[in-house]
C-alpha cells in the first residue's frame, strides 16, 4: 500500500502512472453501509467480520498515517490522508489472492 501511495504522489512521473489511473477511483463494500442496513444482513458471523473489518481498516490507517507523514519528503501530506489510504487498502484487498485459506493467514 506505502509503495502504491508513494506512486499515486509521483503522477505522471511514475512509471505506473498508466495503471494507477486505470485502478477504480472507489469502492462499494460493507464497510460504507450504514448500521442499520448491515443489521439487516442477519448473518451474525458476516456482521461480526464486517465490524472486526471496519477495525482493522482503521488501525492501518491511523498506523500508516503516522508512519509516512515522518517522511514528508517522500510523501505530501493530502497523499496520506485516510481516504487515499483507504483507496490503496481497497486496491491491495480487491486484487489479493492466495490458495487456500490456511496459506492466506488471519487478516
Avoid at 41 to 67: G, M, P, V, W
Wanted: proline share 2%; charged share 30%; glycine share 4%.
Amino acid at each position: 500500500m506505502t509503495y502504491l501511495l508513494f506512486e499515486k504522489q509521483k503522477a505522471e512521473k511514475s512509471f505506473w502512472w498508466p495503471y494507477i489511473t486505470l485502478l477504480p477511483k472507489s469502492f462499494d463494500w460493507l464497510i460504507d453501509w450504514s448500521k442499520e442496513e448491515y443489521l439487516e444482513l442477519q448473518d451474525a458471523t458476516l456482521i461480526q467480520d464486517l465490524k472486526d473489518e471496519i477495525k482493522e481498516l482503521f488501525f492501518i490507517s491511523n498506523i500508516l498515517h503516522e508512519c509516512l507523514v515522518k517522511y514528508e519528503e517522500h510523501f505530501k501530506e493530502e497523499g496520506v490522508s485516510v481516504e487515499e489510504i483507504r483507496w490503496a487498502y481497497g486496491v491491495v484487498y480487491s486484487r489479493a489472492f492466495c490458495k487456500g485459506v490456511s496459506k492466506c493467514g488471519s487478516w
